[in-house]
């Protein structure tokens, strides 16, 4: 179902099955934390017998289209935020910004995110680790498919041992700031060609 927030205007889609049909429910906006009511009538049996959108939307809740890429931007350091913001528009990601680790767990909920972007400054510097412990404790189906990638003011970029140390998968240091759109880009490709492998290997002992 898709759902815009009534309180900031956040488009949301959300997996069906989070639903019931036979009455209302609630949860809150992972952006603001209001309360977003929806009625068990707006959720109606699809064509398989699952919970589909209803018919007829209410009036202020407009339906999101769904066809851009989402990225989670968990950053404390509002420069280097800016400058991120710029680059996922050079590469075509439609960033949704967590101001705390809390908001960034719930969004989880949501919206599977194939970019999340994070620093040290994050959620007073207690959001990275809370965040990326999160991550590292998801089905491994659904981690595989998330790129986590650090901008830390103390490694250099593409340096796999701190990668591997903050449990993310590609790390952009202070040296790449100035090519960040480049940047994101090779760590989704690297991110991406590495699963090939790993899933070709899988299926070569009979584990996939």
Request: with cysteine; net charge neutral.
């Amino acid at each position: 179902m898709n759902i815009t927030c009534p309180h900031c205007q956040t488009k949301l889609s959300i997996p069906d099955h989070k639903f019931p049909k036979d009455r209302d429910s609630s949860f809150s906006c992972p952006k603001c934390a209001g309360k977003i009511k929806v009625s068990g009538g707006q959720v109606v049996p699809g064509p398989n017998g699952t919970a589909g959108p209803a018919l007829n939307q209410p009036s202020g809740a407009p339906v999101s289209s769904g066809t851009g890429r989402k990225a989670m931007v968990c950053m404390g350091d509002d420069k280097a935020r800016q400058a991120v913001l710029e680059a996922l528009k050079q590469t075509g990601f439609f960033p949704d910004v967590m101001e705390n680790a809390a908001l960034a767990r719930q969004a989880f909920d949501f919206h599977i995110y194939p970019l999340v972007l994070m620093d040290e400054a994050f959620d007073r510097g207690d959001g990275l680790t809370a965040l990326t412990v999160y991550m590292n404790g998801l089905d491994m189906s659904l981690r595989r498919r998330i790129c986590a990638v650090l901008l830390s003011g103390r490694a250099s970029t593409a340096d796999h041992m701190a990668a591997m140390h903050h449990s993310v998968n590609f790390i952009i240091g202070q040296d790449g700031l100035d090519r960040l759109s480049e940047l994101i880009s090779t760590a989704r490709t690297d991110h991406e060609k590495f699963y090939i492998v790993f899933n070709e290997s899988m299926k070569a002992v009979g584990k996939a």
